[in-house]
């Protein structure tokens, strides 16, 4: 016989690792426990051979800023991080074993969903989760994007349930994808300072057939271990980790890719420009580059090219005045031309005075 019936106002969720927490002003904690306990003794990385051997794999030449990430999804589980992203087109690289041992690691506090429960209209999947893993990801639609973006910086999300009323609830979730594209699996535009990408490299040598159990008897242990660890300064970035420290080769060659069609051609336009030409800038406006690249090319508007040259290239606008379009020496035009400045010539300037200053 039931001698008490608990009776909460609403639901919330308050994440913590180390104790839990039922409720909060007499409403529902959604956190679940967190399923393991540290070690007591101190433990240093011989400890855990197969836990580093993992993260080593992973985080590569960035393993210090992997176990700090690491730490705070332990002990800060509120703050916000950047989107983890890895990313190889080569089988057994143990992306998937990554995975797993998180979910071992942090329970029923996080999730793997696929790309289409990322934009399914029911979240509750997901919203009640402190880490969202998503697998095989492919986003290739704007919405998939922006869905991602916006949930690695949401503080509420509204739960939406089949056959139940919406809630709103605090959402504190951190993102990790595995993606089996290196460059075209998401946009991501150059000003983006969300995500963190790395390249899993295929493991070498002899595999461990028993390593989720090796990893799993280690987990007390490596809590331990983050433990011990100094605190993380969470004061330099929202996200706590620098663009600095995330920026990747990964990173750069996605927002290479990401780059509009008509961007790429542009660029090629004007590097070979400046190739079968001496010069180190020239001055044209989006309707001189329309005549000269793109006059038989009715699906390019001037207003588009203006768009792309000042929007996506960010190369400088004029003042109104009367300018020589492409230096090809005729009749001059008057208008706000863009600046546009060779590059190239530019970092050979820089490589010839840094041969100079070198001693003899």
């Known amino acids: 016989m039931l001698r008490m019936l608990w009776k909460f106002d609403d639901f919330t969720i308050a994440p913590c690792n180390t104790t839990h927490i039922p409720s909060i002003k007499n409403c529902y904690n959604l956190y679940a426990p967190f399923p393991h306990s ?168 002899e595999k461990n057939t028993n390593i989720e159990n090796d990893l799993f008897l280690e987990i007390p242990k490596f809590l331990k271990y983050l433990s011990q660890m100094p605190e993380v300064d969470i004061s330099k970035s929202r996200m706590v980790f620098t663009k600095d420290e995330i920026n990747t080769h990964e990173l750069s060659e996605v927002k290479e890719e990401s780059r509009s069609g008509l961007r790429k051609e542009l660029e090629i336009y004007i590097d070979d420009f400046f190739v079968n030409n001496n010069y180190d800038m020239f001055e044209a406006t989006a309707k001189d580059v329309k005549e000269k690249f793109f006059s038989h090319n009715h699906q390019i508007s001037i207003a588009y090219i203006r768009k792309v040259l000042k929007h996506e290239m960010k190369i400088d606008v004029m003042e109104m005045k009367k300018y020589d379009p492409f230096n090809a020496g005729g009749d001059k035009r008057t208008g706000k031309p863009f600046l546009f400045l060779n590059e190239n010539q530019h970092i050979g300037e820089l490589a010839d005075n840094e041969v100079i200053k070198d001693p003899p």
């Open 38 to 205: 540290q070690s007591k003794e101190n433990i240093t990385l011989d400890d855990i051979p197969h836990t580093m051997i993992l993260i080593n794999h992973i985080f590569g030449n960035q393993i210090e800023i992997g176990l700090r990430y690491i730490k705070i999804l332990y002990e800060k589980p509120t703050q916000i991080l950047p989107v983890l992203i890895l990313v190889s087109e080569e089988r057994e690289t143990g992306k998937t074993t990554f995975l797993n041992w998180f979910l071992m690691l942090f329970g029923e506090n996080i999730v793997l969903i696929s790309p289409q429960e990322l934009t399914s209209h029911f979240n509750s999947g997901y919203s009640t989760k402190n880490i969202i893993m998503i697998d095989e990801s492919i986003l290739e639609k704007n919405t998939s994007v922006e869905k991602l973006k916006s949930l690695a910086t949401a503080k509420i999300i509204s739960v939406s349930q089949k056959h139940v009323a919406q809630y709103s609830i605090p959402f504190f979730a951190k993102l990790i994808l595995c993606a089996n594209k290196v460059r075209e699996f998401m946009r991501i535009d150059e000003e983006e300072i969300r995500f963190w990408i790395r390249k899993i490299k295929v493991i070498e040598g």
